[in-house]
């Protein structure tokens, strides 16, 4: 199982995004963790792309192109690109650039965003949500595949006999697919043959097993191979020396961020008995001492019939710099050989 780090680049609730010095020293740490994930032995680090003030990703792969430089053997991916609001062509040759960069350790998670800012930030209507990811996802597919692409479609000018350069080092490029909940997505993942990255960040992780078998069942279908129908699950959580240190630090950050996403969605306040509970045995959250939070992904992954990759969403709970580093520490060098050794073949 690979496990990696993704990172919103939140920046400190009080700054607003725009204290300028504040801002330039949240992206030299964020870097400076992207560094450390990799010496600790992480297989893959993810930057998520969000257009509002309390995030410094809007423009992901120039972030992790500064990480490529840093770096030797981690993956660098997105988590998620917003596809439907975004030039497939251009997503392309951004992280076909990143590939080259990186020599070869480029992927690209794309999905629909769980915020709605980039639609009308971009000139999209929100109403062809799912009409503009589905379009845009088949010609980067095109893309993807073929050198010189004819390709026709509503909401951009079609391409007759053109060539899209640069090509990336790795033919082809990974593109999981990002989804949240709803059947078609995990279905379309499997009718193309796609790695599924599902996005876990409340109620029981065991409940998406339906989902994932409908993704699979569809690949099957599709004709592809259980190898190939890989699933990565994203999902919060905090790593510390014990239990009761991980719960204290972590529970802070995480009731003022999700008490005010959820304000704008009509959802009522965090308390601490919810808190309590997506922590324990079945929740989601995954929190806790490094045996503890493994022995947690082993029982999500079996649960949910395998999975390939797991990515901790850690930099949402006001946790300082340093926390941060000591958590990644801990998943490198405690968790991720836990499951190492438990996974292994008899």
């Known amino acids: 199982m690979e496990i990696g780090i993704d990172s919103f680049a939140a920046i400190n609730a009080g700054s607003n995004g725009l204290d300028t010095n504040g801002n330039m020293n949240e992206m030299a740490n964020l870097l400076a963790r ?3 994930a990799d010496q600790a032995g992480l297989d893959v680090f993810g930057i998520g792309e969000h257009h509002r ?3 410094l990703d809007s423009a992901p792969t120039v972030i992790l192109a500064a990480a490529a430089a840093r770096t030797q053997r981690i993956r660098l991916t997105s988590a998620v690109t917003v596809l439907s609001a975004a030039d497939p062509v ?3 040759q951004n992280f076909a650039t990143l590939d080259i960069i990186s020599k070869g350790r480029a992927e690209m998670v794309v999905g629909r965003g ?6 009308p930030l971009f000139g999209y209507n929100l109403n062809d949500y799912d009409a503009l990811f589905v379009e845009k996802l088949d010609l980067l597919l095109t893309i993807r595949n073929n050198e010189v692409v004819n390709w026709k479609g509503r909401f951009r000018p079609e391409l007759n006999n053109t060539a899209i350069y640069p090509r990336p080092v790795q033919s082809p490029l990974p593109v999981w697919l990002g989804v949240g909940g709803t059947p078609q997505s995990f279905a379309r993942a499997g009718m193309l043959g796609l790695p599924l990255m599902v996005a876990i960040i409340g109620g029981e992780t065991h409940r998406f097993r339906p989902l994932i078998d409908l ?8 004709g592809y191979q259980p190898e190939q129908l890989k699933v990565g699950i994203h999902s919060l959580g905090y790593v510390a020396a014990t239990r009761e240190q991980a719960m204290e630090e972590y529970y802070p950050g995480y009731k003022e961020t999700f008490t005010r996403i959820g304000k704008e969605r009509g959802w009522p306040p965090i308390t601490r008995p919810q808190f309590d509970a997506q922590a324990g045995p079945t929740g989601a959250l995954l929190i806790g001492s490094p045996d503890e939070v493994a022995e947690k992904i082993l029982r999500h992954s079996k649960a949910l019939g395998g999975v390939s990759r797991l990515t901790f969403q850690m930099d949402n709970a006001g946790l300082s710099h340093e926390q941060l580093l000591n958590a990644i520490e801990l998943i490198g060098t405690r968790v991720k050989p836990y499951l190492n050794k438990a996974t ?3």
Request: hydrophobic residues 35%; aromatic residues 20%.
């Open 344 to 346: 292994q073949p008899e």
């Open 114 to 119: 769980s915020f709605v800012e980039a639609y």
């Open 53 to 55: 003030r309390e995030f």
């Open 90 to 92: 251009r997503v392309f």
């Open 215 to 222: 993704y699979r069942e569809a690949g099957k279908k599709a």
């Open 34 to 36: 992207i560094e450390k």
